[in-house]
Nanobody, 129 residues
Framework: QVQLVESGGGSVQSGGSLRLSCAASRFSLDHYALGWFRQAPGREREGISC????????SYVDSVKGRFTISRDYAKNTVYLQMNNLKPEDTAVYYCAAVIGYRGGCSTSATTYEVSGFWGQGTQVTVSS
């Protein structure tokens, strides 16, 4: 069964760091663009970062710009989200999603991945003040 598996979530204090991983199982991510999303209780899912299939385009939402870094390791078939200087408002369930054949870089729109992509099961990140 093809799937994405997130890991690396946890509980940290404000100002701390976490690195989330998104590993592909039973398929190669080489030709996929990937996005990271998060959903806090009572709020809509928010796209926060994405990376193109060729690793030459990355995008961040303003609220995480300068604090989060997305990267990918083709050899490990994994995409990462390094999160530094975490704030309580970063508390959410974090999801990765992949879509093949996306042209023009990458997308932080959930619709892009819902139509023809894969989603992971999510990992909880809790930041305390």
């Amino acid at each position: 069964q093809v799937q994405l598996v997130e890991s690396g979530g946890g509980s940290v204090q404000s100002g701390g760091s976490l690195r989330l991983s998104c590993a592909a199982s039973r398929f190669s991510l080489d030709h996929y663009a990937l996005g990271w999303f998060r959903q806090a209780p009572g709020r809509e899912r928010e796209g926060i970062s994405c990376i193109s299939s060729t690793d030459d385009s990355r995008s961040y939402v303003d609220s995480v710009k300068g604090r989060f870094t997305i990267s990918r390791d083709y050899a490990k078939n994994t995409v990462y989200l390094q999160m530094n200087n975490l704030k309580p408002e970063d508390t959410a369930v974090y999801y990765c999603a992949a879509v093949i054949g996306y042209r023009g870089g990458c997308s932080t729109s959930a619709t892009t991945y819902e139509v023809s992509g894969f989603w992971g099961q999510g990992t909880q990140v809790t930041v305390s003040s």
